[in-house]
């Protein structure tokens, strides 16, 4: 009868034991993939000195101006051209309406940018494709949907 008993609580000890593993387990693969992550992002701003948005759209590398104004939708969510134009004034010391315009229509030919309605007119949103590619770039593991 001891040897049932002590029998079963090294059945339950050993039990216990293997959940415990399990779930070590499963914390060393998390932190192993926010290692990873890690070293992703430090590689991704060796090679190109930065880790914003813009660096998942190619097309627009050598467009400064363009490449702030992905920056400033990033940052503002939903913007119309008159916020964008006094955002890239702000950053940059000068931004006309019509240069924003001008961008405008090349990033939404690139696919980069949509236009949504807002309170005063038509605004400016970066595209969902854009963002969970630049999240799956930095290694987030969440699609913009989730957010």
């Known amino acids: 009868m001891a040897e049932d008993n002590d029998v079963e609580k090294l059945s339950k000890e050993v039990e216990s034991l293997r959940k415990a593993m399990a779930e070590l387990m499963r914390s060393f693969e998390l932190v192993s993939q926010l290692a990873q992550n890690y070293l992703r992002l430090i590689n991704l701003y060796a090679q190109h000195g930065d880790l914003s948005i813009d660096i998942v759209v190619p097309e627009i590398k050598h467009d400064p101006i363009a490449r ?69 770039l930095i290694g987030i593991p969440i699609k913009f949907e989730h957010i």
């Open 68 to 136: 702030e104004i992905v920056k400033i939708i990033f940052d503002l969510k939903k913007a119309n051209i008159s916020q964008i134009a006094r955002e890239l004034k702000a950053r940059r010391g000068k931004g006309s309406r019509n240069t924003v315009r001008e961008k405008l229509e090349i990033l939404l030919k690139l696919g980069v940018v949509s236009e949504v309605d807002g309170e005063k007119g038509k605004c400016y949103t970066l595209k969902k494709e854009v963002l969970n590619k630049w999240l799956e």
